[in-house]
């Protein structure tokens, strides 16, 4: 019996030991309640059992195990590891994102404190007296909606936990009303399985495709599935669900983003029946916690469709990971640790489980990209659309030329203008991007130029005309708009430069008989906003649809014909190394949501610059990815040597400034050119922190676990000196 338990907290700390008491049978893996602190009570895993006593103190007791089975296994502590390891954290932040909170509980007391206990859930069930023939009738042709809930609830059997259903209680209390179903409470059942698919017929080409990646993951571990727009990426890889299932395997199929998980699961559950599974962050806690223990309880076999979290679950069987639109860089978790890269990480995962994984794109990172080159990677193409539908037309539109002729209305070069009144006139849809929401950027004094800005960042404030707010874009921080300047001009503020606010604006004074919706971060709010905006489009009660980068992510709108870029220069003059890499795969995705029905879509351009290079070959993957990896091998940058940003913030400038330079000098000591900065980044002060940041470059000959555990320890040694305790450090391994 080892008398000590090393445990690992929800927190950025080092695992802790403590004391197994007399008879407890404590395994490793075990959540386990612990008292930590003055007198907070944790849950924590048991990551190590010995026989060693705390070098200081005396080791506390564990309290209690928490479950009659192991919360981790083996292999997903050792994902854990391997994220804080490599992601440079704590495994307590792991633990963080990890677990659902409702499994992580903390409390006061002892007594206070309350694990997770799988409880009756609450029900629906239909009800018979109350849906006659005729009620069904007159449901279905009024509500469809409701009606298709009650199709779900008959599909169920008659009964399914609320739960599982995806609606808002006003849905369901007027069923209720109506006599047509009522709740209950039950012991809770587990999801019914996944059934065997009826799966699509694929073309000749996606056949071919598909022979591709299965044989290529024979002799691999990963495949690059690198197909154009709507070439139907998502019907082969339900093929490969499928074989995966069918050996009861588990599948977790990745997107970047919680807002597309909604129409993926929908779309998969036709063919797999209920049991795909959304896992993301935004369900409640109750939920996830569900979802987990099923998994933790089950014997595999489970089909997850979700956002980076859903990596933790606990996988039985892990047998093929997918990772769609895996260019996209809300892979990456930004704030707060660990910031991993969820691409990278499912990669890592599928080969801890000894799994498989496809990552597909249309437009695959350059990362990605040179592994195929380099061989690592297995690679199948898919050129063409299905159904033989054509790539869409990409026209430039010259901004400049536009000014000079006068032809040029507002906002909007003539050619995008007579475009988009051909298509509003043969009843098409057009999609416009813009990649800044609000109303205008910032506003001027057409005096003395001065601007309302930030108080708390170095930033201007993007003026919100309908909140009728100028808000801050990085803190949050709003103020009410104001008129004039505070030096006493008469004159009042100009709007400066467009978001998408003053686009829907400027484009219905212009087409005054179009409607125009706007999909932004302002108005999809929550997902059932952004949903109720994309179903609107869809069902074409919209003519027009203005947007932010949502708009390229993975929409499926048949009646679009027409994309306009606004403002192509605004994304080339991002100051970092990937701009030209982002603007390009920005505007191919976008392009990808145009012409992909019968008839052939068009995008236009709008630049200033029109004879910048990256307009010569966009539509051109491999000469784009050979020129630009030519340019990242030149100038040293990523996938031939990998960066580590390390942020350091503080509210005092000079503790900061002197911290940083610190810091520098030690890591020039060992790593000498290898290190940049320290440089104060573009926006050097948000939420009245000061910033300053320092880059690391290795080359991928050299050792990356040296580099990193060398990083790591002369940022300890530095947090060790008192007058610097103060200073926030972040290391961001892998920076997008
Ligand atoms: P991608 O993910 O490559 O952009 P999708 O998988 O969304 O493409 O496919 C684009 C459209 O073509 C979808 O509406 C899809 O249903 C349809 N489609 C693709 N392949 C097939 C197929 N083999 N059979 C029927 N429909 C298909
Ligand atoms: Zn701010």
Redesign the pocket.
């Known amino acids: 019996m080892s008398r000590f338990a090393d445990i690992v907290l929800p927190l950025a700390q080092p695992a802790y030991t403590f004391a197994v008491g007399e008879g407890l049978a404590v395994r490793i893996g075990d959540a386990v309640a612990v008292q930590f602190g003055k007198s907070a009570v944790y849950t924590g895993i048991v990551w190590r059992l010995h026989d060693t006593p705390p070098a200081k103190g005396v080791a506390k007791p564990i309290l209690k195990v928490l479950y009659d089975k192991p919360l981790l296994s083996e292999l997903q502590m050792r994902f854990w590891e391997w994220i804080a390891d490599y992601y440079m954290c704590s495994v307590g932040e792991v633990m963080r994102v990890a677990l659902p909170s409702v499994i992580k509980a903390k409390a006061h007391c002892e007594e206070e404190f309350e694990p997770y206990t799988p409880k009756r859930e609450r029900a629906v069930r239909l009800l018979s007296e109350g849906c006659s023939e005729e009620s069904l009738e007159k449901i279905k042709r009024r509500a469809p909606k409701r009606y298709g809930l009650l199709q779900t609830i008959v599909g169920a059997g008659g009964e399914i936990a609320r739960s599982a259903l995806d609606v808002d209680a006003t849905t369901l209390n007027a069923l209720c009303k109506a006599g047509m179903i009522e709740f209950f409470e039950r012991d809770y059942v587990r999801d019914s399985g996944v059934t065997r698919a009826l799966l699509?017929?694929?073309?000749e080409a996606?056949q071919r495709a598909l022979e591709a990646l299965r044989s290529g993951l024979e002799v691999k571990n990963v495949a690059l599935l690198h197909?154009v727009?709507?070439?139907?990426?998502?019907?082969i890889y339900t093929h490969l669900i499928d074989d995966a299932l069918s050996n009861g395997k588990d599948v977790l199929f990745l997107v970047p983003e919680i807002s597309l998980t909604a129409q993926l699961v929908e779309r998969l559950q036709h063919l797999f029946g209920e049991g795909v599974t959304a896992y993301h962050s935004k369900l409640t806690p109750q939920r996830r916690t569900k979802i987990f223990t099923d998994m933790l309880s089950g014997e595999g076999g489970n089909f997850i469709v979700g956002a980076r979290s859903a990596l933790f679950l606990p996988y039985r069987n892990l047998g093929l990971v997918i990772v769609d639109e895996e260019h996209d860089s809300s892979y990456k978790q930004s704030e707060p640790n660990p910031r991993y890269n969820g691409r990278d990480a499912a990669v890592m995962l599928a080969a801890i489980y000894g799994a498989k994984s496809v990552l597909g794109s249309?437009t695959p990172s350059l990362e990605s990209f040179a592994n195929h080159l380099s061989g690592k990677y297995a690679y199948a193409h898919l050129t063409e659309r299905?159904?033989g539908v054509e790539m869409p037309v990409i026209t430039i539109s010259d901004t400049i030329r536009n000014v000079k002729r006068n032809e040029r209305k507002g906002h909007f070069n003539k050619e995008l203008v007579d475009a988009i009144s051909e298509r509003l006139e043969s009843n098409e849809q057009v999609i416009l991007f813009q990649n800044r929401r609000g109303y205008s950027p910032y506003m001027e004094c057409p005096e003395c130029g001065w601007s309302p800005r930030c108080p708390h960042c170095n930033v201007n404030l993007t003026a919100h005309q309908r909140s009728g707010k100028m808000v801050c874009h990085y803190c949050g921080y709003g103020e009410p708009m104001r008129k004039h300047c505070p030096n006493g001009h008469a004159g009042e503020l100009r709007p400066m430069g467009f978001g998408t606010e003053r686009v829907e604006e400027a484009i219905s004074e212009l087409f005054p008989e179009a409607r125009v919706l706007r999909l932004d971060g302002d108005t999809a709010t929550s997902s059932s906003a952004y949903n109720r905006i994309i179903g609107a489009f869809a069902r074409h009660e919209a003519d027009i649809l203005v947007g932010t980068q949502i708009v390229s992510k993975g929409l499926?709108f048949a009646g679009v014909t027409l994309i306009g870029i606004l403002n192509g220069d605004n994304l080339l003059t991002a100051s970092d190394f990937r701009a030209e890499e982002r603007a390009w795969q920005l505007i191919m995705q976008v392009a990808?949501r145009s012409g992909?029905r019968e008839r052939r879509g068009e995008v236009i351009i709008q630049t200033a610059e029109p004879t910048h290079p990256i307009y010569a070959t966009i539509d051109n993957y491999e000469m784009m990815a050979h020129k630009l990896l030519a340019e990242r091998q030149r100038f040293g940058y990523p996938p031939y040597v990998r960066i580590i940003k390390v942020v350091m913030r503080s509210p005092k400038s000079e503790l900061l400034v002197e911290g940083s330079m610190a810091l520098g000098d030690t890591l020039r000591s060992r790593f000498g050119r290898r290190v940049l900065g320290p440089v104060t980044p573009l926006v050097d002060r948000v939420r009245g922190e000061y910033r300053v940041e320092l880059m690391l470059k290795i080359e991928v000959s050299a050792s990356y676990a040296k580099a990193r555990a060398i990083l790591g320890e002369a940022v300890a040694s530095l947090r060790r000196q008192p007058k610097y305790r103060s200073l926030t450090i972040i290391c961001d391994v892998d920076i997008l």
Do not use: H, I, M, N
């Open positions: 699509p017929t694929l073309s996606q197909g727009t709507s070439s139907g990426k998502t019907e249309a299905y159904g499926d990808g992909r």
